[in-house]
T-cell receptor
């Protein structure tokens, strides 16, 4: 079975631009979460979506937004990019609410110049 | 404030010996703890978990111990293998609310042949 997939793998953007990252969860998984990992740190929670509804939001500015589609795939959008947004963006899926194990994709490496 | 702490940035052990990775937490509301392993250029891989109502969980070479009174957990790998060389993240989930995971900064384990 395919794991969590993310696209693109790498991305280079300029300050002020906008970016959209995509994630497809494991087949049958209905919950998707997004995390940001900067160098030397652990992943930091951005959003959780379940059944197309936002279930949780981390301490990130409103420049960050996300959505989940009927097929449970998800997009993360970041507007007005800052240099500090350079990071590895990880998507994780889990079977349903109340299941603790989250399974991560390989991530999208975003570089803002 | 960092609610999940991994105070050892790195650990080096000999092949065949035991690896012990430590994690401390401050939030008493955490009810589930997970360990993830991460290779370079890959997303974190789920390794093993433990509920806060238990004090030990074992899966093959991996055992996680939880000491709630000390707010401390540890991951034991016996015997250690060179393929275990990776960054290990401790993560915790708070009961109620969103299912976000709070991660430590990680410990880089090197297993020498």
């Amino acid at each position: 079975d395919a794991g969590v997939t993310q696209s693109p793998t790498h991305l280079i953007k300029t300050r002020g631009q906008q970016v959209t990252l995509r994630c497809s969860p494991i087949s049958g998984h209905k919950s998707v979460s997004w995390y940001q990992q900067v160098l030397g740190q652990g992943p930091q929670f951005i959003f959780q979506y379940y059944e197309k509804e936002e279930r949780g939001r981390g301490n990130f500015p409103d420049r960050f937004s996300a959505r989940q589609f009927p097929n449970y795939s998800s997009e993360l959008n970041v507007n007005a990019l800052l240099l500090g947004d350079s990071a590895l963006y990880l998507c994780a899926s889990s079977l349903a609410l109340g299941t603790y194990e989250q399974y991560f994709g390989p991530g999208t490496r975003l570089t803002v110049t | 404030d960092q609610q999940v702490k991994q105070n050892s940035p790195s650990l080096s052990v000999q092949e065949g010996r035991i690896s012990i990775l430590n994690c401390d937490y401050t939030n008493s509301m955490f009810d589930y703890f997970l360990w993830y392993k991460k290779y370079p250029a890959e997303g974190p891989t789920f390794l093993i978990s433990i509920s806060s109502i238990k004090d030990k969980n074992e899966d093959g070479r991996f055992t996680v111990f939880l000491n709630k009174s000390a707010k401390h957990l540890s991951l034991h790998i016996v015997p250690s293998q060179p393929g275990d060389s990776a960054v290990y993240f401790c993560a915790a989930r708070a009961q109620g609310g969103s299912e976000k995971l709070v991660f430590g900064k990680g410990t880089k384990l090197t297993v020498n042949p």
